[in-house]
């Protein structure tokens, strides 16, 4: 694996992703992410609030050696989009909408308060 540097993407989201109490279209927003690894089984890490992806990096990377690992940032966090609202039930609806669009059949979250 060695020093490379992570992926970072902006996340697609799958059309036909499930929704909560409200449409995730009109107020999910596309998270930019770090994609470490690959393999079956995917990890979702979500930084605490005011955190980002980049203080996950050297464990991500770790992590990565042996599952397909997304460090997130969070809504008005890190490279993500920003927003006029943030909330926790709107945030929630961005992880949703991310792990919607995932090929991974297992997916496991680590979340930092």
């Known amino acids: 694996m060695g020093n490379s540097l992570p992926t970072v993407k902006q996340h ?3 059309p036909s992703c ?11 927003v596309k ?3 770090r994609h470490f690894g690959e393999g079956e089984e995917a990890l979702v890490i979500l930084p605490g609030l005011l955190g980002s992806s980049a203080n996950w990096q050297s464990i991500a990377r770790r992590m ?3 599952r397909t690992v997304y460090a997130l940032d969070m809504r ?9 609202e943030m909330n926790y ?7 949703a909408q991310f792990i919607s669009g995932l090929p991974n059949h297992r997916v496991y979250l680590l979340g930092q308060s």
């Open 12 to 14: 697609e989201p799958n």
């Open 18 to 28: 499930f929704c909560t109490n409200h449409d995730l279209h009109d107020t999910a």
């Open 31 to 33: 998270l930019n992410y």
């Open 64 to 66: 990565g050696q042996t």
């Open 76 to 84: 008005n966090h890190g490279q993500s989009p920003w927003s006029d």
């Open 89 to 95: 039930h709107l945030m929630a609806d961005d992880v």
